[in-house]
């Protein structure tokens, strides 16, 4: 998938997600849930099974007990930002659309909002960038309807509205492509600190799936109706066909530096059976 392509797909679910607030009713939040619900159980498959092994694997000679604590730091760090959102990357309406109770310009939770879809965007300058933009444009369509419910109970005005909208949906493209610069060691001399980074966003991800996972939209929040269920198993089956049909690059990836040399040496070495 080009860079293009990547940017587009990632700006333009959030915008006409967050524009469509003007359009929708905000009352009837069941089909957002589901394509939470899902969002939330994808996110969470891709980040287990590919992101997870890959900063592990990463070769960059960080311990593995460091990249923990990063993964753990990262999981911690979007705890305190929803601590400003309120929640509004899981899609919480319910919260915010109240009216009168946010006539003020809510700064704190906008500014929150875009660090988190900053940060979303990094992992995508790795391998299985399909399976990421997917899930992460998924995520953002109850995430950018639910700021727009935010924006619209406020006195600004329409253009106004649609401008941050167009920012918040900005934020990830623009993190995939500082992401992707810092991968190529164009930004410096940070790519070193990539793997770390990438463990802070697999952490951020954890919080973001599980959270959205255990919160059951049901009255006593524990008990999964069947629908939500459904839709959870299907986004980990999407992501477990996507590893089942990638699973042969996995197990043969060893850097290319590796398999430069190793096919080298299979060259020789048949190159000396032949001469005798």
Known sequence: MSSFLIVSILFFSALLSGIAVFFVKRDNTQLLKLV???????????????????????????????????????????????????????????????????????IAILISLCLHAFLEGFPLASGHRNELVFGIAVHHIPAAFALGSLLISTRLSKQTIILFIVVFAAMTPLGFLTSKGISAGEIGSISQYFDKIMAVVIGIFLHISTTILFESGSADHHTFNKKKMLAVLLGVLVSLANFLFDGHDHSHHHG?????????????????????
Request: glycine letters at 10%; charged letters at 15%; aromatic letters at 10%.
């Open 256 to 276: 290319p530096s590796d398999h430069t040399e190793e096919s080298h040496d299979h060259h020789d070495h048949d190159h000396h059976d032949h001469d005798h």
């Open 36 to 106: 939470l619900s899902f969002s939330g159980a994808y996110l969470f498959a891709i980040t287990v099974l590919h992101l997870i092994p890959e900063v592990y694997q990463s070769g960059s000679g960080t311990p593995g007990h460091i990249i923990g604590l990063y993964i753990l730091g990262g999981f911690l760090f979007q705890l305190v930002l929803e601590h400003f959102s309120q929640g509004i990357e899981h899609g919480h309406i319910h919260h915010q659309a109240d009216g009168h109770n946010h006539q003020a310009f809510p």
